[in-house]
């Protein structure tokens, strides 16, 4: 979108075992879970998240419309697919 002003994007301080990655919409800031910053974790899986904390500034919620545009992101069903069976193998220690 032509109103897209682009994030910073950190790594998380520790692991979490509770979220993948955070956007705030008042820092416009992306936090990607430390958990996920390994040699192991295709960097897709890496920029599927930074694009889906992206739509966060247009749609805030995970509605049908917020859905049907992560949607586009090319092979997003197998990034998808790593981060909801996958991530539990890296976080099973903080679990």
């Known amino acids: ?6 994030p910073e994007i950190y790594w998380t301080d520790r692991d979490y075992a509770s979220y993948f990655a955070k956007y705030d919409i008042e820092r416009n800031q992306i936090f990607i879970n430390n958990v996920l910053n390994s040699i192991s ?3 897709e899986v890496i920029k599927y998240l930074i694009y889906h904390e992206c739509l966060h500034q247009q749609i805030h919620d ?3 419309e917020f859905r ?13 697919n790593f981060l909801d069976y996958k991530f539990r193998d ?4 903080y679990n």
Do not use: L, N
């Open 68 to 80: 049907d545009k992560e949607h586009k992101y090319p092979d997003f069903q197998k990034w998808d």
């Open 90 to 93: 890296y976080t099973k220690d």
């Open 1 to 6: 979108p032509d109103d897209f002003v682009r």
């Open 62 to 64: 995970h509605s049908k």
């Open 41 to 43: 974790v295709d960097e």
